[in-house]
């Protein structure tokens, strides 16, 4: 009997992957600069912050441990002002707010070549991720990622993205990246997103970092823990 193809999980943070791998033994197979973590059936790498550190992990992961899926894994800002930190939102999409080809495509998000802003995730691992987070969570939903090289602070600014993509359910760094990636590889996929804060003026990176540490990442381990092997 063949041996069952890991889920490859990707983070940004230590912070964020912490309780995920603390069971966990270090992987034999070290990746440029990536920190990774491997029991069989689940694999783990924490990458770095932004798209590029994200696309690179995810296509380490496709090249190296063969898996059956990807799912990200990381704190969001929301897209209101009461945006409820402990949040989680589950991806069945992402989409990079910062790439605009114009006039090499006809809208901003369209990745040229690709022809696709919004590139959906895996329906059937979005809803078993759903199915489990609402059993942590009970205002846990699906939704829209936002994707792009900055953390948003701004009202202003996040407004102007809202604008842009009135779907989008929280904003992140990393999430569109691995999607392209699966994508491309043709890998199901899609993204656990605990919301931290609101993306506004009242960002504060110690307490966002303390958030991340403690509820955000103890979500993520419950979560992934409870679901892995139906994924």
């Not at 999409?93 to 959906?120: E, F, N, S, Y």
């Not at 691995?178 to 804060?197: E, F, I, K, T």
């Amino acid at each position: 009997m063949p041996e069952l193809r890991p889920v490859a999980v990707i983070a940004a943070l230590q912070e964020e992957a912490h309780a995920l791998v603390r069971r966990m033994p270090r992987s034999e197979s070290v990746g440029p600069r990536l920190s990774v973590w491997d029991s069989g059936g689940l694999v783990v790498m924490v990458a770095g912050v932004g798209k590029v550190a994200a696309a690179m992990a995810a296509q380490y992961a496709c090249d190296v441990f063969k898996p059956r899926c990807v799912i990200a894994i990381g704190l969001a800002g929301g897209v209101e002002d009461d945006a409820r930190p402990g949040q989680v939102i589950v991806a069945t999409g992402a989409v990079q707010h910062d790439m605009d080809g114009r006039p090499l495509t006809a809208a901003k998000g369209v990745i040229p070549g690709l022809g696709l802003a919004i590139i959906a995730a895996d329906a059937a691992v979005a809803e078993k991720l759903l199915i489990a987070a609402r059993f942590e969570s009970k205002d846990a939903r699906p939704g829209l990622v936002l994707t792009g090289d900055r953390i948003v602070s701004s009202r202003s600014v996040r407004g102007g993205l809202v604008k842009d993509f009135p779907d989008a359910a929280c904003i992140d760094m990393e999430t569109a990246a691995v999607a392209q990636v699966a994508h491309l590889n043709g890998l199901p996929w899609s993204a656990l997103r605990v919301m931290s804060d609101s993306a506004d003026e009242t960002f504060d990176l110690r307490r966002v970092v303390g958030f991340g540490i403690g509820t955000a990442a103890n979500l993520f381990e419950s979560i992934i823990q409870s679901v892995v092997d139906e994924l």
